[in-house]
């Protein structure tokens, strides 16, 4: 009887692990090691497992790496193993890919199937032009073109899943470089076929939860009426881009009878009528590190918890510090203003539609057509333009802004 429960344990545990296998979530343990070579030693060094290494490596948040992953193991892929290593406690951090380095990949980098023609397009977001820009494509799109040797990078691309200029001009060299028709920087139909192509047999980890992202069918700011309990446990909420809004309670607001709470965990905004809330939305909040366009060093932007109030309201406020400069009608600086150093440049601030400040420190409230669901601001607090308005409206100076982390 003892060897029938041994057996069954053996075989649920190859069972599993098959399972785990097949799902991609033990690919590294089932690979050779990866190292320096030696004459005391040799490491296969496989190509794939080497690339799929150096994509592990450059899309954990904790390790802010740029590294190209080119499937070859080289200085540059030992230092960022090293990194790892001493980032999550194994020693020695010597820079070797053994077994307690893979199982600890295997651990922290779970995988699943990845296809760009199930996502949405990827695309500027301009007037006429609806692309989710969902971040995991977005990332994933990056570390492809990165791979892509045919584009002749001159340095990779920073695979933090938001899309930017320089997104867009290595888009528009992939194209030209494998000859499609449409050359415009916009990843559709025909772009992810062919990117569907290039990944075979890469593995992509999962997004951390606080940057998923929900499909473009359900990216709309459309109010959702009923139970706000119903809403609540409604499929994908918080993360989700719908907006609850309570009409009939909104009758009874005054500017003396609302306030505000935003929930950065949640990047959601609640604003309450009576101690009820009347509308619960997305909202984007500071980033922990936000990359300057212009000197290409990150800062710490991350929205200040605490307690406020509304000291100031303007329907459309431009800002002081953040827009961009122009000279002779051509653009030369675009971000912070005091930051740039050139000769006489007319200044032209960022639209903060609905702007509702809460510190003497240019934080505030305001309405935007970014609306990201995770932390991507400068500090601000961005709100569907709508839902801004609509705020705006019930609001007075003085108004209580509470901010949770």
């Known amino acids: 009887m003892m060897c029938r429960s041994m057996n069954m344990l053996r075989w649920f545990l190859l069972v599993s692990l098959w399972i785990s296998g097949a799902t991609g979530q033990n690919y590294f343990i089932s690979q050779g090691d990866m190292c320096t070579p030696a004459v005391d030693h040799h490491c296969p060094n496989d190509p794939l497992a080497v690339t799929n290494l150096q994509i592990a490596l450059i899309t954990d948040p904790k390790l802010h790496l740029i590294l190209r992953p080119d499937g070859i193991w080289g200085n540059d892929t030992e230092v960022a193993v090293m990194l790892f290593q001493t980032t999550y406690g194994i020693e020695p951090a010597d820079g070797w890919v053994g077994l307690s380095t ?3 990949l295997d651990a922290v980098y779970h ?3 990845f296809s760009f023609q199930t996502q949405g397009d990827i695309c500027k977001e301009v007037d006429g032009q609806e692309c ?4 995991e494509a977005v990332r994933n799109l990056q570390i492809v073109l990165n791979m892509d040797h045919n584009l002749s990078l001159k340095e990779p691309l920073a695979v933090d899943g938001l899309f930017g200029k320089q997104t867009e001009d290595a888009i528009i060299a ?3 470089a494998h000859g499609m028709v449409q050359v415009d920087g916009w990843i559709g139909k025909g772009s992810k076929r062919l990117l569907d192509q290039m990944i075979k047999g890469l593995v992509f980890p999962q997004v951390p939860k606080r940057y998923r992202t929900v499909s ?3 990216r709309n700011f459309r109010p959702r009426s009923g139970r706000y309990d119903a809403f609540v446990h409604s499929s994908g909420y918080p993360r989700s881009y719908s907006v609850y809004k309570n009409v009939k309670l909104l009758k009874k607001a005054t500017r003396n009878n609302t306030r505000i709470v935003v929930d950065i965990s949640q990047q959601r905004i609640k604003f309450f009528v009576e101690g009820k809330v009347a509308i619960d939305s997305p909202c984007t909040t500071g980033a922990k590190h936000k990359i300057e366009p212009n000197t290409r060093t990150y800062r710490d932007k991350r929205t200040p918890p605490g307690h406020f109030r509304i000291t100031e309201k303007i329907a459309d406020k431009r800002s002081t510090i953040f827009g961009k400069l122009y000279r002779n009608g051509k653009l030369v600086w675009r971000g912070d203003r005091r930051k740039y150093h050139g000769p006489k440049a007319r200044y032209v601030g960022a639209s903060l539609k609905y702007w509702m400040r809460l510190t003497s420190s240019g934080i505030g409230l305001h309405g935007s057509k970014y609306i990201k669901r ?6 601000c607090v ?5 839902v801004a308005r609509t705020i705006f409206k019930f609001t007075r ?4 802004v509470k901010i949770v982390p």
Do not use: C, E, I, M
């Not at 961005?382 to 709508?386: A, V």
């Not at 100076?397 to 209580?400: A, E, N, W």
């Open 132 to 135: 989710p820009n969902d971040y």
């Open 111 to 113: 995988s699943k199937p």
């Open 216 to 218: 473009k069918a359900a």
């Open 374 to 379: 995770y932390p991507a601001t400068n500090g």
């Open 382 to 386: 961005r709100l569907p333009y709508r």
């Open 174 to 176: 992939f194209q030209k």
């Open 102 to 104: 893979r199982t600890k």
């Open 397 to 400: 100076v003085g108004t209580r």
